[in-house]
């Protein structure tokens, strides 16, 4: 879920066409969620080939990457996350305990046959396993698209290729990679510009926006240390807040105080003990310098196996895929992947 930094975040709105020929650190787990929760038959079950495999997150990964390619020139590099910080055990537990009763709840929804309220329940059930990771990568592999599995956050990671230049920017829907350094946050990189919204059960016109921590931290005249001492306030993945201590009170709290060892006693008694292991996480987060971007080869033959043999897809969504990467890859061998990807940064 991340941090909720909404009511004072600095963004600006754009369209896709102002992304065209930038290079994006994608937070690929967080994407994945999005396809497995929103990718569902009328009734929230999510799309399965006919031995059970779920390919919900297979098809959104393989349309729109594709799409964001071949019509925008976007250069994706995904990022998976690694082994989480033990902060985070508590987090992933609640997460568990909402999927449980989602799946309850969608359940009984079924049998009740109220298919509108069993889908907005589905979508909180989703599971991002092993196995449907792999697939992710292994789908990425065989379009020659190019991923990287950090040591640990996802966010870190794509933070940390940001701020080296290696990138344009970080891609995510939550404002953690902010928090780790991102010069650039990019938010909403979708085809279809709308989000739906569960707890309401209506969807959301949605729009790009990009996030410059630079203009930011400026706007509010804080630093990227009292931005994490702010987030820490408000809860993150790997605390809870301040109770009563939203975004805007944790903002002035940060500007009056300076940091969380000057707070209030009242307040500073009510902090996570473990606040400074938090800053760390953020300011020092576990990432690698032990990859390299390099785009691969479009394999044919083993993507037809893989998508339509063993997983049902049939092979005209498969041709059109490779239409698209056909394209994209005879395009670029004009002036070569390696300057192609050098000038979207």
């Known amino acids: 879920m991340g941090v909720n930094l909404t009511p004072i975040i600095v963004k600006k709105i754009v369209n896709l066409e102002d992304l065209k020929g930038k290079s994006l650190a994608v937070d690929a ?6 396809f497995l929760s929103l990718i569902r ?6 799309l399965m080939d006919s031995k059970g495999n779920i390919t919900s997150h297979l098809v959104g990964l393989m349309f729109r990457s594709t799409r964001l390619i071949h019509d925008y020139g976007i250069k994706l590099i995904f990022v998976f ?9 508590k987090e992933i537990e609640k997460r568990h ?24 329940k589905a979508v909180m059930t989703s599971r991002l396993t092993k196995p449907l990771i792999e697939d992710a990568k292994r789908l990425l592999e065989l379009l020659g698209i190019p991923y990287f599995q950090a040591p640990s956050e996802g966010e870190a990671q794509t933070a940390h290729m940001a701020m080296k230049g290696d990138v344009w ?17 990019v938010r909403y990189v979708t085809i279809s510009g709308r989000e739906f919204l569960p707890s309401k059960g209506v969807a ?10 630079n203009e930011l931290l400026s706007h509010h005249g804080i630093t990227r240390e009292q931005l994490v001492d702010l987030a820490i306030m408000i809860g993150t993945d790997f605390n809870e807040g301040i109770k009563g201590v939203g975004p805007k009170t944790a903002l002035r ?19 996570a003990a473990q606040y400074e292991e938090i800053r760390n996480i953020f300011l020092k987060p576990k990432v690698s310098d032990d990859y390299r971007i390099e785009w691969g080869n479009l394999r044919e033959d083993e993507l037809y196996e893989f998508l339509c043999d063993q997983r049902g897809f049939s092979k005209q969504r498969v041709e059109t895929v490779i239409q698209r990467m056909e394209k994209f890859y005879s395009n670029q061998a004009q002036t070569g992947l390696g300057e192609w ?3 979207g940064r």
């Open 204 to 213: 959301r016109p949605l729009k790009p926006e990009i996030i410059r921590l």
């Open 341 to 343: 990807i050098k000038g």
């Open 169 to 185: 920017a970080s891609n995510s829907r939550d404002y953690d990679s902010i928090l780790f350094g991102a010069p650039r946050l």
């Open 97 to 120: 305990e909402a999927r449980r009763k989602a799946v309850s709840e969608w359940e009984e929804a079924i049998k009740m046959r109220d298919y509108a309220t069993a889908w907005s």
């Open 253 to 271: 709290l940060v500007r009056e105080h300076g940091k969380l060892e000057n707070l209030p006693e009242n307040l500073k008694s009510k902090l």
């Open 41 to 46: 038959t009328p009734d929230g079950t999510p």
């Open 29 to 34: 787990n967080n994407v994945l969620y999005q």
């Open 81 to 89: 996350d690694g082994k989480p910080p033990q902060l985070k055990g």
